[in-house]
């Protein structure tokens, strides 16, 4: 038995449908499909009457549902005494960051938001960026900080959430130089000799952002991928050993990039090959918390933390000045 089961069964029980769930689940239809299959197994009954239109539950069903609720809520409920034996936690800001976020952007980000907002304290959570998410879902962190790019836009439901501009990203090729401070590789490369490449990892979010740059270079691009890793840092680093060239944020190389250890992996003139991503925060809108407390299988706290709410009251004063 897992929670997140339970979680999917209420939503499957308030939309009385699987693919809206499984989009409100972040999750796709199959993977959700499985895991009511999986609740149901675990329960050794059928939960849900499939002969029917709108999806409705079984008189089992019907009797999980008002456990599940309870449940979810009893948990919720722990979590939250759980928290209150820490009053100075209520201070603390609970960021859920992607790796090369919390390794590039956010320590000088938080440090400008020190010298102009205040003090502030902050706990960082980074994981991969889909985890990143869910933690926002599952109102386990106060606030979701990601790139954003139109190629690969978050499904987040625009009634229950909200973001707010952080900035701006660039990422782009970069190669170790040679002793004349030329790229060791410079694309666009020849079919015949592809140029080394330093991927990002199958599934990771600036993997599928260079994915989409490439297609719309314009020109053949020809790369051998000889290495692969979920973070911009661990690919910043084989290309200082001039391992290859690497898509890489200026965040990430701006020591670099000024000590000219990386160059520019882009001839003059050849158009495509960067791409500006936006950097955003998000979060749960107040009356979207209560509305999901009330219905009683989520148990976040019924307003956000004082230090949260002013610090987005800021971001927001912030951005509309820009």
Not at 153 to 166: I, K, N
Not at 227 to 239: I, P, Q, R, S, V
Not at 242 to 270: D, M, Q, R, T
């Amino acid at each position: 038995m897992e929670t997140k089961w339970l979680e999917d069964f209420v939503s499957l029980a308030e939309t009385h449908s699987f693919s809206r769930s499984a989009q409100l689940r972040h999750v796709t239809q199959p993977a959700f499909s499985r895991r009511i299959q999986a609740l149901e197994a675990w329960a050794g009954t059928d939960l849900v009457d499939r002969s029917a239109y709108p999806t409705r539950l079984t008189p089992a069903g019907e009797t999980l549902y008002g456990q599940a609720l309870e449940m979810l809520q009893a948990l919720q409920n722990t979590r939250a005494m759980l928290r209150s034996h820490t009053a100075a936690g209520q201070d603390v800001i609970e960021f859920a960051v992607p790796h090369t976020l919390a390794f590039t952007f956010f320590p000088a980000w938080l440090s400008g938001l020190r010298d102009k907002f205040g003090p502030i304290k902050s706990r960082l959570i980074a994981l991969n960026v889909h985890d990143a998410v869910v933690r926002l879902i599952e109102g386990s962190c106060d606030l979701l900080i990601a790139y954003h790019h139109p190629s690969q836009p978050f499904q987040l439901d625009a009634d229950r959430y909200e973001m707010v501009s952080l900035g701006e990203e660039v990422i782009a090729p970069f190669s170790r130089p040679d002793a004349q401070g030329q790229p060791l590789f410079q694309l666009p490369g020849h079919a015949g000799q592809p140029l080394p490449y330093l991927g990002y990892a199958p599934g990771a979010y600036l993997g599928q952002v260079v994915d989409f740059m490439l297609k719309q270079a314009g020109v053949p691009i020809h790369l051998d991928r000889v290495y692969e890793t979920d973070m911009a840092e661990g690919l910043k680093a084989m290309a200082l050993e001039g391992h290859g060239l690497a898509f890489l944020p200026y965040s990430a190389i701006k020591n670099e990039w000024c000590n000219k250890k990386l160059v520019s992996a882009a001839p003059p003139g050849l158009k495509g090959l960067q791409i500006t991503m936006d950097i955003r925060a998000y979060r749960e809108k107040p009356a979207a918390r209560d509305a999901h407390k009330a219905g009683a299988h989520r148990g976040a706290a019924a307003s956000p933390k004082r230090t949260a709410q002013a610090l987005w009251d800021y971001l927001q004063t912030q951005s509309a000045g820009k």
